[in-house]
């Protein structure tokens, strides 16, 4: 697949999610205005605004450059295999639980101090 395809992908998911949110933004709007407005207006408007931003920003040159790059550089990662994703999840889970740990120990001699402080002064 190319690079520009890929792009078009992603721009037109980035916009689908644009649109969600507009959607939901533009009835939230016209209600807080107090204004009537019927769902397929606002969704009408939500879809204009989408489709102006989406075009907008993929006709901008230095945005459309960035992004291209952006795919291209994306291609050059080294991605981890499975075994040393697991790995490292793992070493991440036990290094977790060890501070978790850590912190209660530190939680519980604090109190303890606190008590005794406290208890010395009543």
Known sequence: MSD????????????????????EL???????????????????????LT????IGTWMHPVTFQFCLETVQETRKVVWP????????????VIVSIIFALM???FDQVWKQ??????DMGA
């Open 4 to 23: 520009r395809r890929l792009l078009g992908f992603v721009w037109l998911a980035a916009a689908a999610c644009v649109l969600l949110v507009l959607m």
């Open 26 to 48: 533009a009835g939230w709007a016209f209600a807080l205005a107090g204004l009537v407005v019927a769902e397929p207006v606002a969704n009408g408007l939500a879809a204009a």
């Open 51 to 54: 489709a102006g931003i989406a």
């Open 81 to 92: 295999t499975r075994k040393e994703t697991r790995d490292n999840t793992v070493i991440v």
């Open 103 to 105: 912190l209660w120990g």
């Open 113 to 118: 101090l606190f008590s005794l402080i406290l």
